[in-house]
């Protein structure tokens, strides 16, 4: 079975960052774009950034640029989102997805809060 | 950016309804869109692919049709379980936008 499994949510302050990891299985992983979706609470979804398979073409939305790293590793079949700067409005359950351009895989959401 | 527009934002059906969600792209997107679902608490899922492509496991009930900038999903017969949230989204050029949702209820 085809599993996205994120880690690293939680609760950080404003201005403060955080990691979140997601690792793939049962899918080739080196040959898909990835991507991170958003959600805040009681809203829509909200693409985020996504990857190229190597790594080497990376897209971030607007609000997100220069604050937030995307990256993987094939080898461990993971994809991170290095966040910084946060901010409140980046409060939301941020899922890791897959594959390509539209998403067929989903992971079950990593909730993270920006709270003082 | 490509701005996604649904309609309605709230839709009332009933058990057995034939019920229409439309999505309006900002422009062309030949037909680069996706249509989910998603109930509470739970990942959205995959229905729908290049405009009319029903995605592998999914109810035939279901089915995604238009061009251009415009595109509907509809459900044929309602069943219980379909009563949650549906979005669109494009992927055409990035950002790679969703629109707002509606919710049938």
């Known amino acids: 079975d085809v599993q996205l499994a994120e880690s690293g949510g939680g609760l950080v302050q404003p201005g403060g960052s955080l990691r979140l990891s997601c690792v793939g299985s049962?899918?080739?992983?080196?040959?898909?774009?990835m991507t991170w979706v958003r959600q805040a609470p009681g809203k829509g979804l909200e693409w985020v950034a996504n990857?190229?398979?190597?790594?080497?073409?990376?897209n971030y939305v607007d609000s997100v640029k220069g604050r937030f790293t995307i990256s993987r590793d094939n080898a461990k079949k993971s994809l991170y989102l290095q966040m910084s700067s946060l901010r409140a409005e980046d409060t939301a359950v941020y899922y890791c997805?897959?594959?390509?351009?539209?998403?067929?895989?989903w992971g079950q959401g990593a909730q993270v809060t920006v709270s003082p | 950016d490509i701005q996604m527009t649904q309609s309605p934002s709230s839709l009332s059906a009933s058990v057995g309804d034939r019920v229409t969600i439309t999505c309006r792209a900002s422009?062309?997107?030949?037909?680069?869109l996706a249509w989910y679902q998603q109930r509470p608490g739970k990942a959205p899922k995959l229905l729908i692919y290049?405009?009319?492509r029903l995605e592998s496991g999914v109810p035939s009930r279901f089915s995604g049709s238009g061009s251009g900038t415009d595109y509907t999903l509809t459900i044929s017969s309602l069943q219980p379980e379909d009563f949650a949230i549906y979005y669109c989204?494009?992927?055409?050029?990035?950002?790679?936008?969703f629109g707002q949702g509606t919710k049938l209820e």
């Open positions: 997805a897959g594959r390509g351009f539209y998403f067929q895989y």
């Open positions: 049962g899918f080739t992983f080196s040959s898909y774009w």
């Open positions: 990857i190229k398979q190597d790594g080497s073409e990376k």
């Open positions: 422009q062309d997107i030949s037909n680069s």
């Open positions: 290049a405009a009319g």
């Open positions: 989204q494009q992927y055409y050029s990035t950002p790679r936008t």
